[in-house]
């Protein structure tokens, strides 16, 4: 049946499309969390601040995009 199939390939593309944003957000987590040492570290560079910013809210994108799915779909329970 076609619709079968359709229905397939669009699971298997929104599984895919949330393994890569759990790789995303993992990779940006890694990067965010050497900013941050580096602030710590005592670099007052203000363009780490807004890097720091900007890779927050993309994790916080991603943590909400991630959640919608789990739940949509149930999953992890």
Known sequence: SPVYHVRLLYAEWQTARYY???DKKRA???KLLYLKELKEGGDKNPQLETEINYL??????YDRDIHEM?????IGE
């Open 70 to 74: 789990e739940r949509d779909a149930n």
């Open 56 to 61: 927050q809210k993309r994790i916080d994108n």
């Open 28 to 30: 940006l987590s890694v």
């Open 20 to 22: 890569s944003m759990k």
